[in-house]
């Protein structure tokens, strides 16, 4: 029988995704929780869990080669074989996701190729658009946002939506899209 991948979830913030994969019933925990800031929220998840944390800040390294070398470092300190962005509010050096492709996925509030990068809420609302949703994908070298898209959910918009009613209900499908979707990924 072959074994799950170990894999580490990087956040910066809230954390409220990486709360939904710590919480579903399939998916295996992660091996690690590695935050860009101290004082992530979402860290007390981890420590909930009993998963290793660890900070790494972009700015402690005066290059992106530093910084990469520290993030591989950690990773390989606990052998981790697949990384999981959950809301990780730092550019990743082209240096490490081209060490990590295709191992690396990521959550993005919108249905990729609409509204990537910053404000996809409010891209969305400024488009007009009747539906957003959001989007699980791959993270290629150059391409934040880019990548194979593995799978979507939708959400209507409703007339009235501000910002934060819409990324409300494009969160809650967030939290079941991420873990079906890593189910299958790290089975
Ligand atoms: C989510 O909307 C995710 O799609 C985006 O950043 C947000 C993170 O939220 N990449 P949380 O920290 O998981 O609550």
């Given at each position: 029988m072959s074994r799950s991948p170990r894999y580490a979830v990087f956040i910066s913030g809230r954390g409220s995704n990486l709360r939904a994969l710590l919480e579903s019933h399939q998916l295996h925990a992660p091996s690690l929780v590695l935050s860009s800031r101290k004082k992530a929220a979402g860290l007390e998840h981890a420590r909930d869990a009993e998963i290793p944390e660890l900070v790494v800040r972009?700015?402690?390294?005066?290059?992106g080669g530093e910084f990469c070398r520290a993030l591989n470092e950690a990773l390989e300190d606990h052998a981790i074989e697949w990384v999981v962005l959950a809301g990780f509010m730092v550019i990743l050096p082209d240096e490490f996701v081209e060490r990590w492709s295709p191992r690396i996925v990521n959550i993005h509030p919108?249905?990729?190729?609409?509204?990537?990068?910053?404000?996809p809420h409010r891209q969305a609302l400024d488009a007009g658009v009747e539906e957003s949703g959001c989007t699980v994908h791959l993270v290629e070298p150059g391409?934040?946002?880019?990548?194979?898209?593995l799978a979507q959910a939708t959400v209507p918009v409703r007339t009235g939506d501000t910002e934060e009613s819409l990324a409300a209900r494009i969160l809650e499908a967030e939290h079941r899209l991420y873990p079906e979707t890593l189910v299958d990924l790290l089975a």
């Amino acid at each position: 029988m072959s074994r799950s991948p170990r894999y580490a979830v990087f956040i910066s913030g809230r954390g409220s995704n990486l709360r939904a994969l710590l919480e579903s019933h399939q998916l295996h925990a992660p091996s690690l929780v590695l935050s860009s800031r101290k004082k992530a929220a979402g860290l007390e998840h981890a420590r909930d869990a009993e998963i290793p944390e660890l900070v790494v800040r972009r700015r402690d390294f005066s290059g992106g080669g530093e910084f990469c070398r520290a993030l591989n470092e950690a990773l390989e300190d606990h052998a981790i074989e697949w990384v999981v962005l959950a809301g990780f509010m730092v550019i990743l050096p082209d240096e490490f996701v081209e060490r990590w492709s295709p191992r690396i996925v990521n959550i993005h509030p919108s249905l990729l190729p609409l509204f990537p990068g910053l404000h996809p809420h409010r891209q969305a609302l400024d488009a007009g658009v009747e539906e957003s949703g959001c989007t699980v994908h791959l993270v290629e070298p150059g391409d934040v946002d880019g990548g194979k898209v593995l799978a979507q959910a939708t959400v209507p918009v409703r007339t009235g939506d501000t910002e934060e009613s819409l990324a409300a209900r494009i969160l809650e499908a967030e939290h079941r899209l991420y873990p079906e979707t890593l189910v299958d990924l790290l089975a």
